[in-house]
């Protein structure tokens, strides 16, 4: 293999140690930092995120709690949760679990969050500072991808990136963030012509559209970092991402795994999002 590994499960280990020396810190001030998840329905996969999620409060001595609502939960019933957890002094992050069942409307459930405990970093508020280059909260999964880039080595100001995906989750985020240090940023979708030519120029790709092997060799510009956000399953039912790890890894310089590559970073931003909205209380409790 040529390419670098970039390991995320390493790295978010060590994004763990450092919050829980912060969580520490502020429970030697009398303040326990407190995260609320709430998940509705029961999607395989959203447990299964949910889940780790919970354990990696534990392991960092967050305390979580976690909401599990039937699928047929009202949205006037969930909006009334959130507003309980937003007036609730012991919790400083909330996390709703997407996707929603249907009949539940996204869109105003993140809005009922409470800005200044939204660690998901989705709500609008937080979008346009982001937008503005003043975040409040970053998204978790793009924040993930820019420490590991950091982690990586890869000099971003001046460099050219290639955003696979215009998501409002991953895409759109990602490309703010990426501009903000320095990059010249190329967002590339479903309608993008000669995606192919777009990638073989840059030096940082960033896949995110959910479509197994769309990134191959001949894609790539020789040393140039990929990272594969995407988590699909091939037709052997293993997981893989969204490029060509096999292929891509002869040719770039450092390389995402899926899995063990941006997931449990995602996971871990999640973790200081909390701890930074913690903080911020402890510092102006108003």
Known sequence: MKATLIDGNALAQTVRNEVAVRVRALAAQGVQTGLAVVLVGDNPASAVYVRNKV????EVGIHSILDRLPADTTEAVLLARIAELNADPSIHGILVQLPLPAHIDEHRVIEAI???????????????????GKPLFRPCTPYGVMKMLEHAGTALDGAHAVVIGRSNIVG?????MLLAAGATVTICHSRTRDLAEHCRRADVIVAAVGKVGLVTAEMVKPGA????????????????????????SQVAGAITPVPGGVGPMTRAMLLVNTIEAAERRAADPR
């Open 55 to 58: 354990k990696d409060c534990q």
């Open 114 to 132: 409470a800005p200044a405990k939204d660690a998901d970093g989705f709500h609008i508020s937080n979008v346009g500072l982001l937008m503005t």
């Open 225 to 248: 970092t990929v990272i594969d956000v995407g988590m699909n399953r091939n037709a052997q039912g293993r997981l893989c991402g969204d490029v060509d790890f096999e292929g891509v």
């Open 172 to 176: 759109k985020p990602q490309a703010l």
